[in-house]
Nanobody, 123 residues
Framework: VQLVESGGGLVQAGGSLRLSCSAS????????VGWFRQAPGKEREFVAT????????FYADSVKERFTISRDNAKNMVYLQMNSLKAEDTAVYYC?????????????????WGQGTQVTVSS
């Protein structure tokens, strides 16, 4: 299973980016999917997660009201819309497929991980 993230890049503070996550040789329509991020010198941290049908989602407090996770099961895609970006959002962002229909904020809940996409926010 290969997960591929895309959409990262360099953006000014206050700007927006939309990350995408797709999978090859795997359909994750029955699984929860999460986004995590890892800044230099820090541990990988939870950002957001969405249930298999997209009806439930929750977010880290640090991104609440600014980020929105969504999914399109017909396309086998999950997205992370990031608005009002801050310098502290700079990190490599990873998508991950949960073992169950809805993953928690715990990394152990997730079975497959992508290689990550870099997001850099300049202040």
């Amino acid at each position: 299973v290969q997960l591929v993230e895309s959409g990262g890049g360099l953006v000014q503070a206050g700007g927006s980016l939309r990350l995408s996550c797709s999978a090859s040789k795997y359909t994750f329509t029955n699984n929860g999917v999460g986004w995590f991020r890892q800044a230099p010198g820090k541990e990988r941290e939870f950002v957001a997660t969405i249930s298999w049908r997209g009806g439930d989602a929750f977010y880290a407090d640090s991104v609440k009201e600014r980020f929105t996770i969504s999914r399109d099961n017909a396309k086998n895609m999950v997205y992370l819309q990031m608005n009002s970006l801050k310098a502290e959002d700079t990190a490599v962002y990873y998508c991950a497929v949960a073992l169950r229909s809805f993953g928690s904020r715990a990394r152990d809940d997730y079975r497959y991980w992508g290689q990550g996409t870099q997001v850099t926010v300049s202040s």
